[in-house]
């Protein structure tokens, strides 16, 4: 076991607080951090702290030596990859409006980009690599997120709610296909719209909200997210396709899993996120950067329904959010104040120990021991014996596992 010193990634949308705090650094930073990366991702590995302080990088390491740090299947598998990456998200302001393809749609986007010669860190670049991006976020404060289209009806109730002289032939649209097929039409018709005709339909829609929300309506949440996105991106189609999402407020320890196609959202909050490998982005809208329609309309999944929020599943390593992506799995261990009972971490595949609260004590079979405080990660290969985990301190505590999935 090997601790980890990871990255910061400096995103505008990031928090100058959230971050520098659990770390321990002066509050608040020079500048928004938005994410901290434990993985082997390309773009900034985490590095291994070797006792005599020198570091190494984990990416290194494991091409080095992928047997001993991935096992046999999970190298075989992904290709001597470490197929997941975990992160803390601080989000501070909403992220860009963006959906990630599938396996097959990966693969095969890739091979065309390639072919056509676009550089990989080209600003037009969809597939800068060939494979999945399904992703799985679990609030460690109250954390507020788009996903997944909601249920047609309930979409023309707020359509309905909000109706203008303009919105009406829109909301009609869905009211005579209510279904995935309808609702499909409606984002590819608001997200194609000429500019000018977007500028008389959005300021009449956040008119219509403003009203909704001082006369307290029943759907006062979805209109002050349509307001914010409004204020910050006036004349963005993003913004009209937000008002078909499932507007989710998740409390501390819940999670939602974000298959290939779920067009989805970040507003606010901090959580802890594991995601494949993967840099493929397909953004709809609330952004500057590339956003490509048709490749969009390619991956993105219409499916309405409900967005499943998860509790997690007691199991052996606390509670597990089952899901069915083969590149990760996620689980969360929580003491209370006073609670001293041991976690025991079998290895046999590759995984990421994380503390985000109190600190606890790794001690493996071999007899090795290692400090884990609020913040701070550790590196189990593959190879290596099996760990305690135990809780120091009298506060509560916390640890998040990541690992390959099935």
Same mark, same amino acid.
């Given at each position: ?8 990634? #400096? ?8 971050? !520098? ?6 509050? #608040? ?49 992904? *290709? ?13 302001? #909403? ?28 600003? *037009?670049?969809? =597939? ?41 032939? =829109? ?31 959005? !300021? ?41 999402? *499932? ?14 196609? *779920?067009?989805?959202? =970040? ?43 998860? !509790? ?8 597990? =959010? ?42 493996? $079979? ?27 301190? $009298? ?12």
């Amino acid at each position: 076991m090997e601790l980890l010193r990871n990255a910061v990634r #400096p995103y505008a949308w990031g928090s100058r607080t959230t971050i !520098p705090e659990l770390l321990g650094r002066e509050v #608040p930073a020079p500048h928004p951090e938005a994410e901290l990366w434990m993985g082997a991702h390309p773009g900034d590995p985490s590095r291994i702290v070797e006792p005599d302080g020198t570091e190494r990088s984990l990416l290194d390491l494991i091409e080095a030596d992928p047997q001993v740090h991935l096992g046999p299947d999970c190298a075989q598998r992904w *290709n001597n990859r470490l197929p997941f990456l975990l992160k803390i998200l601080a989000v501070e302001e #909403p992220l860009s409006m963006q959906a990630h393809p599938s396996a097959e749609q990966s693969a095969e986007g890739h091979a065309r980009e390639e072919a056509a010669g676009i550089p990989r860190d080209a600003p *037009n670049r969809n =597939y800068p690599d060939p494979t999945a991006k399904p992703e799985l976020v679990c609030a460690l404060t109250e954390f507020h997120a788009l996903a997944g289209f909601r249920e047609p009806h309930r979409t023309i109730q707020l359509l309905r709610a909000v109706e203008t002289p303009g919105l009406a032939k =829109y909301t009609e649209l869905l009211a005579v296909q209510p279904d995935s097929d309808g609702m499909r039409a409606l984002f590819t018709t608001w997200i194609t719209l000429p500019q000018a005709s977007l500028d008389e339909l959005l !300021p009449e829609v956040l008119d219509a909200c403003v009203l909704h929300v001082k006369d307290h309506g029943e759907f006062d949440t979805e209109c002050r997210t349509i307001l914010e996105l409004g204020e910050a991106h006036p004349r963005d189609a993003g913004v009209l396709a937000a008002l078909l999402l *499932n507007r989710l407020t998740l409390r501390a320890g819940e999670a939602i899993y974000l298959p290939a196609g *779920n067009l989805h959202l =970040y507003l606010h909050g901090t959580a802890v996120e594991i995601l494949a490998n993967s840099d493929n982005i397909l953004r709809c809208g609330l952004t500057p950067k590339h956003v490509d329609v048709p490749e969009l309309l390619r991956v993105v999944d219409f499916s309405c329904c409900d967005m499943p929020v998860m !509790p997690g599943e007691p199991s052996g390593c606390g509670d597990v =959010y089952r899901t069915d992506a083969p590149e990760f799995e996620l689980s969360r261990r929580d003491w209370a104040a006073g609670e001293r009972d041991d976690l025991r971490v079998v290895t046999g595949a590759p995984q990421i120990l994380l503390c985000t609260a109190g600190r606890v004590l790794v001690r493996a $079979d071999d007899g090795a021991e290692l400090e884990l405080r609020r913040g701070e990660s550790i590196w189990l290969p593959a190879s290596d014996p099996a760990v305690h985990v135990r809780p120091l301190g $009298d506060g509560r505590t916390q640890l998040f596992r990541a690992t390959s999935g099935r």
